[in-house]
């Protein structure tokens, strides 16, 4: 929607230049002293028009508008110098954001500003309208005018005042005009303009002119700085989602690193099985069954770090048995996946994660547990984390046993593909391990 | 004539400077590097500097020290930057008259010359 009012806001400024300045041109030969000059300032006035309005669509950058416009003011109207200010929240003040003219009179760009408090900018926050002409706009020849109304000035005793002020600003400016560009009543900026070096007067339609041009240059303001907060909001959701997503991260690490520190024969376990986990993923990123592929493995990073979480509410003297366990201490340890799973339960944003770590004790042929799923009925997480677990359980020493090899450990995987695997995992992991990415 | 000297690197400071003083009743000159002020105001001796804290080689803080260890009357205001906190500390050690922030606002520059002015010594202000 901003898109389209900025459209045919912008082709209106395009349309009073190019009118404006194409009447200047046949109206007033003196612009041109020589045939010669004539043509060649026509089409460089043609091509300054044609690139700005080109650059202008978007309306991204309301500087370029407001070059274009100091410059065409300066260099077709012909004036000996010409500003504009803009407000800037940091300085409180109008500052000199572009400026054009003759050596000396051209004020140099961000040199000077005009506070916020300032008879200049009051008067137009005021729009005391017998200041201005009818467009609102103020010009010097205008407050001469006023100061001879003896009748004005004896009913309101402050004006002449005010009006002294006023002239003492435009004269260090050295400005015989001011044109405000206003955005709902906001002052947003000055248009100033010297005198023209014709020494004539500005007329009528060229004050109209001025104003079109200021209300332009005012809309392109606006609607940039839209633009920008609404990106500055977008930036500011992906932080905040970026913050979250670290938190969580960074504690399923603190929780994983709480499950290792119990049990010393499986310090790093849980490292490496995220490692693995997530190599077995890279593997993966064609898989029908994954929508989007970061979010996967976003997720599956935190599956892989909680997995064992459940071993929490197991009691030292078995999960730290230095021996075989016996048959109801096995089935105590057993009892982990579901333990996990009952204290993941009330983080409802885990989603997913939860089934993964219930179930990534599941066998593909339906021989593990807890509730004894098979094939595709087990999460594809799970399945996942279930190959790196058993990879790593492996390739570590256990109290009881020696670790193996680790391309002895590959080839159990591959021994159990379409057993104790999902073949397709199991093919994956053989892949990744090919790959030299898994150790 | 009062003489005022401006330096500045960019020129078209010096050009807009000099010319709104020059319509205010001074007589005006411009420096665009620490070299030449130092030798505009050893041969026509300003009395007020205008000076920019920052320029490419000799800097305004060290062109204020050579002119006030020369002409320790003369008034120098510096035409400093927000982030210039530290090199204001030193003009300040260097005996700088005034300081003036861009982007400034003109009313404060008349003001800022015009209390230099006053503060020359009486029976220099008369020649």
Redesign the interface.
């Known amino acids: 929607m901003v898109e389209n009012i900025d459209n045919s806001k912008e082709l209106h400024t395009w349309e009073i230049l190019h009118g404006h300045l194409v009447n200047h041109m046949q109206e007033r030969p003196h612009f041109m002293p020589s045939g010669r000059l004539k043509s060649r300032k026509k089409i460089d006035y043609r091509q300054v028009i044609e690139n700005a309005s080109r650059s202008m669509i978007r309306f991204k950058k309301p500087e370029r508008l407001i070059k274009m416009i100091v410059r065409v003011i300066t260099e077709q109207v012909g004036v000996n110098h010409a500003g504009v200010l803009l407000y800037r929240d940091n300085?409180r003040?109008y500052?000199?954001i572009d400026s054009k003219g003759d050596?000396?009179?051209?004020?140099?760009?961000?040199?000077?500003?005009?506070?916020q408090v300032?008879p200049l900018v009051s008067i137009f926050s005021e729009k005391k309208s017998f200041l201005f002409d009818e467009r609102g706009v103020l010009t010097a020849d205008n407050l001469k005018i006023v100061l001879k109304d003896k009748e004005l000035l004896k009913k309101h005793q402050e004006l002449k005042e005010k009006i002294n002020q006023i002239r003492k600003?435009m004269e260090?400016?050295n400005a015989n005009i001011c044109i405000p560009a206003y955005f709902k009543r906001k002052l947003l900026g000055i248009l100033i303009l010297g005198p023209k070096t014709s020494g004539k007067k500005f007329d009528s339609e060229e004050l109209g002119f001025f104003v079109t041009l200021a209300n332009d240059a005012a809309m392109a303001i606006t609607n940039a700085q839209l633009i920008e907060n609404l990106q500055d909001k977008v930036k500011e959701v992906a932080m905040l989602y970026e913050r979250e997503h670290r938190l969580f991260i960074h504690t399923s690490i603190a929780l994983a690193a709480a499950i290792d520190a119990r049990d010393p024969y499986t310090s790093g376990h849980t490292e490496r099985v995220t490692h693995y986990s997530l190599c077995i993923a890279d593997e993966l990123n064609e898989k029908k069954e994954i929508n989007n592929f970061e979010k996967f493995k976003e997720d599956l990073h935190i599956a892989a770090l909680l997995h064992d979480i459940g071993k929490i509410g197991i009691r030292d003297n078995i999960l730290n048995k230095r021996r075989l366990l016996t048959r109801s201490e096995q089935q105590i340890i057993m009892k982990h996946p579901a333990i996990g799973a009952a204290i993941l339960q009330p983080i409802r944003e885990l989603g997913d994660i939860i089934w993964a770590v219930k179930h990534h004790q599941e066998k593909h042929d339906g021989s593990g547990y807890p509730a004894g799923l098979k094939g595709d009925e087990i999460h594809l997480m799970a399945r996942i984390i279930s190959v790196a677990d058993t990879f790593d359980a492996m390739t570590t020493d256990r109290p009881y046993r020696k670790k193996k090899k680790a391309i002895a450990a590959v080839k159990e995987i591959e021994k159990q593909a379409g057993k104790q695997f999902d073949p397709e995992i199991a093919e994956a992991f053989l892949r990744a391990y090919k790959k030299g990415v898994v150790i | 004539m009062m003489k005022i000297l401006v330096v500045d690197d960019?020129r078209?400071?010096c050009?807009?400077v000099?010319?709104f003083f020059g319509l205010r009743g001074f007589q005006v000159f411009c420096a665009l590097n620490g070299e030449d002020a130092l030798q505009i105001s050893k041969t026509q001796d300003p009395l007020i500097v205008l000076q920019d804290i920052r320029m490419p080689g000799i800097d305004g803080v060290e062109t204020l020290r050579r002119m006030k260890e020369a002409r320790p009357n003369n008034r120098v205001i510096m035409v400093t930057c927000v982030e210039d906190i530290e090199r204001v500390e030193d003009a300040k050690k260097y005996g700088a008259d005034g300081y003036i922030t861009?982007?400034?606002?003109?009313?404060d520059l008349?003001k800022a010359v015009n209390d230099a002015v006053t503060k020359l010594k009486p029976n220099v202000t008369k020649e």
């Open positions: 300085k003040s500052v000199l050596i000396g009179h051209k004020i140099p760009i961000g040199y000077i500003r005009i506070p300032n600003e260090l400016l | 960019e078209d400071v050009d807009f000099s010319n861009k982007p400034l606002v003109l009313n008349v």
